[in-house]
């Protein structure tokens, strides 16, 4: 998923492949003043004049690219307008993150969709829950597991837990694939790094890894784009 709102935090990149999954932002180092209701101006920082975009790699010929507008720069109501137009499934986002002296107090977030066929009456007890999931990120401050979390989100409507699993942060990047990388560029552009640089140091987006080339490895990537 990939969000370009225009704002000063730049474009927002996240990959996720079953549980892993890495991100990362543009210009973290972003500072804007709280908003009147003392909660982190996001909507500011990331814009609300650009896209959403989301791949799926559904084991098909080709991915499937979904593409709405932002409305907010907030990233739930992002979502949920993009599942809702591009997707075609009403959903319920809500995402919250508590920040007290610098240091994140607690993270978590919601997502509802109905199954097809969902009861009227269940659609509007989830419909009752909106407002009162805007404060998710206090619940994520008080609860100490997801399961906790869907308690007070769902508090009221029953529900049965069908599975569990948990995600990880892990950047999946290495010395082969920044090889890759490098030979892409092609043989002009190694020998300038060569000539101007004497090596290369390429880092990752990701997680802010530092690969460093030699003269004498560019060297020899040429060579193997070359195939001797």
Known sequence: MTIKGGGPAGALVVVAHGRRLKAYIDHPQVELPLKANGKLDVGGAVGSTGHITVVRDLGLRDPYVGQTRMVSGEIAEDLAFYLTVSEQTPSLVALGVMVQG??????????IQPMPDCPEDVMEKLEALAPKLTAVS?????CKTARELAEKALDGVSYEIL??????YECDCSRERIERALLSMGEAELNDMIAQQHGAQVGCQFCNRKYDFTED???ALIREGKGE
């Open 102 to 111: 610098g240091h994140i107090q607690g993270a978590g977030g919601v997502l």
């Open 138 to 142: 206090t619940m994520a401050h008080d």
């Open 163 to 168: 599975g569990s699993s948990q995600p990880r």
């Open 217 to 219: 490895e560019l060297r």
